[in-house]
């Protein structure tokens, strides 16, 4: 079964740093791997989809990597601003979406 | 594109009495749709798999009797929590997709509480 962990769990950095959050997961069997952001008490916004073929994804601030044949993703966020306070959610698809626990970040203005 | 919504969006119910949440795709037919729940602080995990015209297909420990689902058409499916009770106040959301593609539609989830 796959299994989904996000490390840190929580991180708090003051505003304008670059930052990393980071996602492993242990079934490299995957079709693609996706980032969300979730705001307390909201529904999910989708970030960023890396399709297994792919190396990276781009928009914005955001850039997100996947290495599968380690299991591994980063989400790097630059520049980070008060309003990226939320948390951060990294899902693996293998027929069923899996989910880690979260990374809960704040940006200290 | 690829929209899906949720109705409610909250809802407030007694013990003991049933509480049906909708999922619907507004602009594709969805012949998959998903059932997530999210307790406090937790993440998403998945309660059930439903496949338009089938019977759903529930994650260990989910029970079938108790959180019912029906995905009668291709643009809608609904999750019924029967005999609600306060520990199945939760966050829940549903996702959309349809087949060969490995891509899910998030809704915007209902809040459940149970007084």
């Known amino acids: 079964k796959q299994e989904v962990t996000q490390i840190p769990a929580a991180l708090s950095v003051p505003e304008g740093e670059n930052l990393v959050l980071n996602c492993s997961f242990t079934?490299?069997?995957?079709?693609?791997l996706q980032w969300f952001r979730q705001d307390p008490g909201k529904g999910l916004t989708s970030l960023l989809l890396i399709q297994s073929s792919q190396r990276e994804q781009t928009s914005g601030r955001l850039n997100a990597s996947l290495d599968k044949s380690s299991g591994r993703s980063t989400l790097y966020i630059a520049a980070s601003q008060p309003g990226d306070s939320a948390t951060y959610l990294c899902?693996?698809?293998?027929?069923?979406?899996?989910f880690g626990a979260g990374t809960r970040l704040t940006v200290k203005p | 594109g690829a929209v899906v919504s949720q109705h409610p969006s909250w809802v407030i119910c007694k013990s003991g009495t049933s509480v049906k949440i909708e999922c619907r795709s507004l602009?594709?037919?969805?012949?998959?749709m998903f059932w997530y729940r999210q307790f406090p602080k937790q993440s998403l995990m998945l309660m059930a798999t439903?496949?338009?015209?089938?019977?759903?297909?529930?994650e260990q420990g989910v029970e079938k009797d108790k959180f019912l689902i029906n995905h009668a058409s291709l643009t809608l499916s609904t999750l019924t929590v029967t005999s609600a009770h306060p520990e199945d106040s939760s966050f829940y959301i549903c996702?959309?997709?349809?087949?060969?593609?490995?891509?899910?539609?998030f809704g915007p989830g209902t809040r459940l509480t149970v007084t």
């Open positions: 899902a693996v698809n293998n027929n069923d979406m899996r």
């Open positions: 439903s496949n338009e015209g089938s019977k759903a297909t529930y």
């Open positions: 079934d490299s069997a995957i079709y693609n």
């Open positions: 602009d594709f037919q969805a012949t998959t």
């Open positions: 996702s959309a997709s349809w087949t060969g593609h490995y891509e899910q539609y």
